[in-house]
């Protein structure tokens, strides 16, 4: 392959397109409540549905948290 056809694509537009790809896998599995948790810049955004129950939401956060920790010891 030539140097010539390699394209540099800024490192904030591979998490903005990752993004909007899972976002759009969420959209798809069509989700009774979701909660969105965002980054961008120095900030955290979150952005939630209508919710169940707070435990339940609760729980699932923590449940998450469990997962994307065990995820990033592998």
């Known amino acids: 392959m030539s140097t010539t056809k390699l394209k540099v694509v800024?490192?904030?537009k591979i998490y903005k397109?990752?993004?909007?790809?899972?976002?759009?896998?969420?959209?798809?599995?069509?989700?009774?409540?979701?909660?969105?948790i965002g980054f961008k810049s120095d900030s955290v955004c979150t952005k939630y549905s209508a919710n169940t129950s707070f435990?339940?939401?609760?729980?699932?956060?923590?449940?998450?948290?469990?997962?994307m920790l065990t995820?990033?010891?592998e």
């Open 10 to 12: 800024p490192y904030n």
């Open 17 to 36: 397109d990752s993004a909007k790809e899972v976002l759009t896998e969420a959209i798809d599995l069509d989700f009774d409540s979701v909660v969105v």
């Open 71 to 73: 995820n990033m010891n």
């Open 55 to 67: 435990v339940k939401t609760i729980g699932a956060m923590e449940q998450a948290k469990h997962v």
